[in-house]
């Protein structure tokens, strides 16, 4: 061999080779031997210990849009599909071109091959691709029925067929899933397919309402044992007992006699029995138990239904299922079972309530038409249909029975709603009765003081409250009634407010209790004095000086009211009120009350834990009441009445402020500065904008205003400078509001809106700077004097 290389350096060439071919073999049979060892294990992403060199794992691919079992489910069933829909277009299509022996050939054949893959699939463990198989295979069971039918038996009752053909398959199918227990689709289909032999049967025979709802209940029984094996069964047999339960509610209701009522009752029954089995045996199956005792119900009381007016057949299903609340006490009882009784029990006692309720309401709102009609004895207004004593019955069954329950429970809800119940009852008996007016008013008073009574004296907080609301109620009620004649109305007020006061100083009650009857008391003895002015044929301007004797009293009753002070003397502020809107419609005699209010007050003021409020609105009262007489005596120049009593007052505070340097310029300077300044201003903006004559009152005014506003800011006073700024600002904008308007008027109409975004917009860029100013600005005006 010749080449150009001498043999020293080519000899060292092919060394070099050599060492470099067995590097790369070791390379390449340590990365086989990783290899094989990465195939036998999960792939982790991350490199194998004892691999050479390391080497990382490769990288993974990308992530599938889904997974290798959906993607199978979803080929497996669109095959499935596609095969059925062929077998279909067949069975539709090229059926009639084979003869008998042929057709049946090619489904025997075809449906034994579907049937019999799934075992070879299920033993090389491809499931989803038998149950694919299975599939087509029970769909073409339903082709052979549907062949035979077409060919062999054309003239047969189709419904009659369709129900044995369900049969049959049903039972095939479930043979063909007990066979093969690893398909799931099998067991199923036979349940789904066993529910309607029985239906088609009925419908096949003709038969009624009841017998299919008899085959109803029958296949829901079928179910519910299937169901202790195959969870499958217990949705479908719960609605074919749904149906069965409301085909037989419908059959009791719509009964013409108490005979025809007895077949519909036998299967409700019958479906009660079926809901309470199911809810012995399977803990969660409390709706079951709750449905099948509501079905017993409407089934014993719809067999009473046809013999009763609508009234009493309320009362007929309520003590019908009064007897289940006392599942409540039975341990020996399932926990589903027991609470199903219990809750049908008391879902029918609501239902009754609820009814007797819609009754009760009428009652009470007729009274709101008395006052259309003011004494004028017309008698209350009744409905064509008196329920008559049903209603009250009801109520007073289920008050009973929710006392029951509040025992056996021991909470209070029921025992407030007993109480609501057993009013309403006792509040309506008379009127619904039709009992004579006097007895229908007595009957309601006393039932009315029995409430208060009881929230009196009741210890349970939700009992008292109870009957405290209906006691208020009540009188309300009774109250609006009596308003029918003046005898009435005296005798119920006097007799209802009398009964308030005595409760207000019951000491032991709650005092929320006596609280709410010391407000009704002085709202009953207000009611009574002005109904006493009424009967005098006095102006109404006039009621409103009767009406002050109330808060006169309360005033002066002061401490003796104890704990009900406050809201007796909240309730004698709102007859003030009251007073000063009657008395609204004459000047001369709403400053009088005005007057006399403001006495009030200050009488009120003497005491010093009242000093503060009392004192502020009598001086606010005393100056309304001037005001109004200067206004009422046609004053064209209140200055020349209101400076003679700023200039003392303000001498006063001066020598208050002079003692006492701690004290508000409020209390020295306030009254004084707005005994004139706000006289002035009304007078001011009453007139027209600054023009013949009108000029000199807004100059002085604001010359004033100005005044008081600078020495407010100079001695450092709140009242002047926030009485004067106001003022001030106030009679700027009245005498400047035609110039402003006409100006706006002038403008184009986009500037307004404009002017208004810059304005927003520039609040907006500077917001937390005007937000520390106006801060800033409080905490100066705070500090004032």
Same mark, same amino acid.
């Given at each position: 061999?010749?080449t150009?290389?001498?043999?020293?350096?080519?000899?060292?060439l092919i060394?070099?080779?050599?060492?470099?071919?067995?590097?790369?073999r070791?390379? #390449?049979?340590?990365?086989?031997?990783?290899?094989l060892?990465?195939?036998h294990?999960?792939?982790?992403?991350?490199?194998?210990?004892?691999?050479?060199?390391?080497?990382?794992?490769?990288?993974?691919?990308p992530?599938?849009?889904a997974?290798?079992?959906?993607?199978?489910?979803?080929?497996?069933?669109?095959?499935?599909? #596609?095969?059925?829909?062929?077998?279909?277009?067949?069975?539709?299509?090229?059926?009639?071109?084979?003869?008998?022996?042929?057709?049946?050939?090619?489904?025997?054949?075809?449906?034994?091959?579907?049937?019999?893959?799934?075992?070879? #699939?299920?033993?090389?463990?491809l499931?989803?691709?038998?149950?694919s198989?299975?599939a087509?295979?029970?769909?073409?069971?339903?082709l052979?029925?549907?062949?035979?039918?077409? !060919?062999?038996?054309?003239?047969?009752?189709?419904?009659?067929?369709?129900?044995?053909?369900?049969?049959?398959?049903?039972?095939?199918?479930?043979?063909?899933?007990?066979?093969?227990?690893?398909?799931?689709i099998?067991?199923?289909a036979?349940?789904?397919?066993?529910?309607?032999? #029985?239906?088609?049967?009925? @419908?096949?025979?003709?038969?009624g309402?009841l017998?299919?709802?008899?085959?109803?209940?029958?296949?829901a029984?079928?179910?519910?044992?299937?169901?202790?094996?195959?969870?499958?069964?217990?949705?479908?047999?719960?609605?074919?007992?749904?149906?069965?339960?409301?085909?037989?509610?419908?059959?009791?209701?719509?009964?013409?006699?108490?005979?025809?009522?007895?077949?519909?009752?036998?299967?409700?029954?019958?479906?009660?029995?079926?809901?309470?089995?199911a809810?012995?045996?399977? *803990?969660?199956?409390?709706a079951a138990?709750?449905?099948?005792?509501?079905?017993?119900?409407v089934?014993?009381?719809?067999?009473?239904?046809?013999? =009763?007016?609508?009234?009493?057949?309320?009362?007929? /299903?309520?003590?019908?299922?009064?007897p289940? =609340?006392?599942?409540?006490?039975?341990?020996?009882?399932?926990?589903?079972?027991?609470?199903?009784?219990?809750?049908?029990?008391?879902?029918?006692?609501?239902?009754?309530?609820?009814?007797?309720?819609?009754?009760?309401?009428?009652?009470?709102?007729?009274?709101?038409?008395?006052?259309?009609?003011?004494?004028?004895?017309?008698? *209350?207004?009744?409905?064509?249909?008196?329920?008559?004593?049903?209603? *009250?019955?009801?109520?007073?069954?289920?008050?009973?029975?929710?006392?029951?329950?509040?025992?056996?429970?021991?909470?209070?809800?029921?025992?407030?709603?007993?109480?609501?119940?057993?009013?309403?009852?006792?509040?309506?008996?008379?009127?619904l009765l039709?009992?004579?007016?006097?007895?229908?008013?007595?009957?309601q008073?006393?039932?009315?003081?029995?409430?208060?009574?009881?929230?009196?004296r009741?210890?349970?907080?939700?009992?008292?409250?109870?009957?405290?609301?209906?006691?208020?109620?009540?009188?309300?009620?009774?109250?609006?009634?009596?308003?029918?004649?003046?005898?009435?109305?005296?005798?119920?007020?006097?007799?209802?407010?009398?009964?308030?006061?005595a409760?207000?100083?019951?000491?032991?009650?709650?005092?929320?209790?006596?609280?709410?009857?010391?407000?009704?008391?002085?709202?009953?003895?207000?009611?009574?004095l002005?109904?006493?002015?009424?009967a005098?044929d006095?102006?109404?301007?006039?009621?409103?000086?009767?009406?002050?004797? !109330?808060?006169?009293?309360?005033?002066?009753?002061?401490?003796?009211l104890?704990?009900?002070?406050?809201?007796?003397?909240?309730a004698?502020?709102?007859?003030?009120? !009251?007073?000063?809107?009657?008395?609204?419609?004459?000047?001369?005699?709403?400053?009088?009350?005005?007057?006399?209010?403001?006495?009030?007050c200050?009488?009120?003021?003497?005491?010093?834990?009242?000093?503060?409020?009392?004192?502020?609105?009598?001086?606010?009262?005393?100056?309304?009441?001037?005001?109004?007489?200067l206004?009422?005596?046609?004053?064209?120049?209140?200055?020349?009445y209101?400076?003679?009593?700023?200039?003392?007052?303000?001498?006063v505070g001066f020598?208050?402020?002079?003692?006492?340097?701690?004290?508000?310029?409020?209390t020295?300077?306030?009254?004084?500065?707005?005994?004139?300044?706000?006289?002035?201003l009304?007078?001011? @903006?009453?007139?027209?904008?600054?023009?013949?004559?009108?000029?000199?009152?807004?100059?002085?005014?604001?010359?004033?205003?100005?005044?008081?506003?600078?020495?407010?800011? /100079?001695?450092?006073?709140?009242?002047?400078?926030?009485?004067?700024?106001?003022?001030?600002?106030?009679?700027?904008? /009245?005498?400047?509001?035609?110039?402003? !308007?006409?100006?706006?008027g002038?403008?184009?109409?986009?500037? *307004?809106?404009?002017?208004?975004?810059?304005? =927003?917009?520039?609040?907006?860029?500077?917001?937390?700077?005007?937000?520390?100013?106006?801060?800033?600005?409080?905490?100066?005006?705070?500090? =004032?004097?």
């Amino acid at each position: 061999m010749n080449t150009p290389l001498p043999p020293a350096e080519e000899l060292a060439l092919i060394d070099r080779e050599l060492a470099r071919l067995d590097a790369r073999r070791l390379y #390449l049979l340590g990365r086989r031997d990783w290899l094989l060892r990465l195939l036998h294990q999960p792939s982790t992403g991350a490199a194998v210990p004892g691999a050479p060199g390391h080497w990382p794992a490769p990288a993974p691919a990308p992530a599938a849009e889904a997974s290798a079992p959906s993607a199978q489910n979803v080929l497996l069933a669109l095959g499935s599909v #596609l095969l059925a829909v062929a077998a279909l277009a067949f069975t539709l299509l090229s059926w009639g071109s084979l003869g008998i022996a042929g057709r049946s050939a090619v489904l025997a054949a075809v449906t034994a091959a579907a049937l019999a893959a799934p075992v070879p #699939l299920l033993r090389r463990g491809l499931g989803s691709t038998a149950e694919s198989v299975a599939a087509v295979g029970l769909l073409l069971t339903v082709l052979d029925a549907y062949a035979l039918y077409a !060919v062999g038996m054309p003239g047969a009752d189709g419904t009659a067929y369709t129900a044995g053909a369900a049969a049959v398959l049903a039972g095939v199918w479930a043979g063909y899933g007990l066979a093969l227990p690893k398909l799931r689709i099998a067991l199923p289909a036979a349940v789904l397919a066993a529910q309607f032999p #029985l239906p088609l049967a009925a @419908l096949a025979a003709q038969g009624g309402p009841l017998e299919i709802g008899w085959a109803l209940l029958a296949t829901a029984a079928l179910d519910a044992a299937l169901a202790l094996r195959a969870r499958a069964a217990a949705v479908p047999g719960a609605l074919l007992w749904a149906g069965a339960l409301l085909t037989g509610a419908a059959q009791s209701w719509t009964a013409a006699t108490a005979a025809d009522a007895v077949a519909p009752a036998g299967l409700l029954l019958a479906g009660a029995a079926l809901g309470t089995a199911a809810a012995w045996r399977e *803990p969660r199956a409390l709706a079951a138990a709750l449905v099948g005792a509501l079905a017993a119900v409407v089934a014993l009381g719809g067999a009473a239904r046809p013999t =009763l007016e609508p009234a009493w057949e309320v009362v007929a /299903h309520l003590l019908v299922a009064l007897p289940l =609340l006392a599942a409540v006490r039975v341990r020996a009882l399932p926990a589903a079972v027991r609470r199903g009784l219990v809750g049908a029990g008391a879902l029918v006692a609501a239902l009754a309530a609820l009814a007797g309720w819609s009754a009760v309401a009428p009652t009470l709102l007729a009274r709101v038409g008395v006052l259309d009609e003011v004494w004028a004895v017309t008698g *209350p207004a009744r409905d064509p249909y008196v329920p008559g004593a049903a209603v *009250p019955v009801t109520l007073l069954i289920t008050a009973g029975a929710a006392w029951r329950l509040s025992r056996a429970l021991s909470r209070p809800e029921p025992a407030g709603a007993a109480v609501v119940l057993a009013w309403a009852g006792l509040f309506t008996a008379p009127e619904l009765l039709g009992l004579p007016v006097a007895a229908v008013f007595a009957g309601q008073t006393a039932v009315t003081g029995a409430a208060g009574v009881l929230a009196l004296r009741s210890r349970a907080r939700g009992v008292g409250l109870a009957a405290a609301a209906c006691a208020l109620g009540g009188a309300a009620s009774v109250s609006l009634g009596a308003l029918d004649g003046r005898v009435a109305t005296f005798a119920v007020w006097g007799l209802l407010g009398a009964g308030c006061a005595a409760g207000a100083a019951y000491g032991p009650a709650a005092r929320p209790v006596r609280s709410g009857a010391a407000v009704c008391a002085v709202v009953y003895a207000a009611g009574v004095l002005g109904a006493a002015a009424a009967a005098a044929d006095l102006a109404v301007v006039w009621w409103a000086l009767p009406v002050l004797a !109330v808060p006169a009293v309360v005033a002066a009753l002061g401490p003796r009211l104890g704990s009900v002070r406050v809201p007796a003397e909240c309730a004698a502020a709102a007859a003030c009120a !009251v007073a000063v809107a009657l008395s609204a419609g004459r000047a001369g005699t709403l400053a009088l009350v005005l007057a006399l209010a403001g006495v009030i007050c200050a009488g009120a003021a003497v005491r010093a834990d009242r000093r503060g409020p009392a004192g502020w609105a009598a001086g606010a009262l005393f100056v309304a009441a001037t005001w109004v007489r200067l206004a009422d005596s046609g004053i064209a120049v209140p200055e020349a009445y209101t400076l003679p009593v700023t200039a003392p007052a303000l001498v006063v505070g001066f020598l208050r402020r002079r003692e006492d340097p701690q004290a508000s310029s409020w209390t020295a300077y306030g009254p004084g500065l707005a005994a004139t300044l706000l006289p002035s201003l009304l007078a001011a @903006l009453g007139a027209s904008p600054a023009g013949a004559g009108n000029w000199l009152r807004p100059l002085l005014l604001g010359l004033a205003a100005l005044a008081v506003t600078l020495v407010g800011a /100079h001695r450092r006073l709140q009242a002047p400078l926030l009485l004067g700024g106001a003022v001030l600002a106030a009679v700027a904008l /009245h005498e400047l509001a035609p110039y402003v !308007v006409q100006v706006a008027g002038a403008l184009p109409r986009w500037v *307004p809106p404009a002017l208004a975004g810059l304005l =927003l917009l520039a609040v907006g860029a500077t917001y937390e700077k005007r937000l520390r100013d106006a801060r800033r600005l409080r905490d100066v005006i705070g500090r =004032l004097g």
